[in-house]
């Protein structure tokens, strides 16, 4: 499976917020910004401050996408 974090983007646009605010809010590292634009795994605890942030469920920020065959990748 991979990670999408296109629900976020989407939501950002929704709420009026562009990713530097998101990222000063929710004191998120310019590096972890950079992971979660290329769709890679970021911790818990971020996913976390940014649904509190936006008054979300993790379900409205990521998807997880399945590969062909159904596996985690």
């Known amino acids: 499976m991979a990670i999408s974090y296109n629900k976020l983007w ?3 646009i929704d709420e ?4 530097t605010q998101l990222r ?3 004191k998120m590292s ?12 970021v ?10 942030e936006l ?3 993790i ?3 990521m998807e997880f996408i399945p590969d ?3 596996n985690v990748k």
């Open 59 to 61: 379900g409205d920020i």
């Open 16 to 19: 009026g917020i562009n990713k």
């Open 30 to 41: 310019s590096s972890t910004m950079a992971k979660m634009v290329k769709n890679q795994p």
């Open 68 to 70: 062909n065959n159904g």
């Open 55 to 57: 008054n979300c469920d």
């Open 43 to 52: 911790a818990l605890p971020i996913l976390t401050k940014i649904c509190e």
């Open 24 to 26: 000063e809010k929710t």
């Open 10 to 12: 989407k939501k950002l």
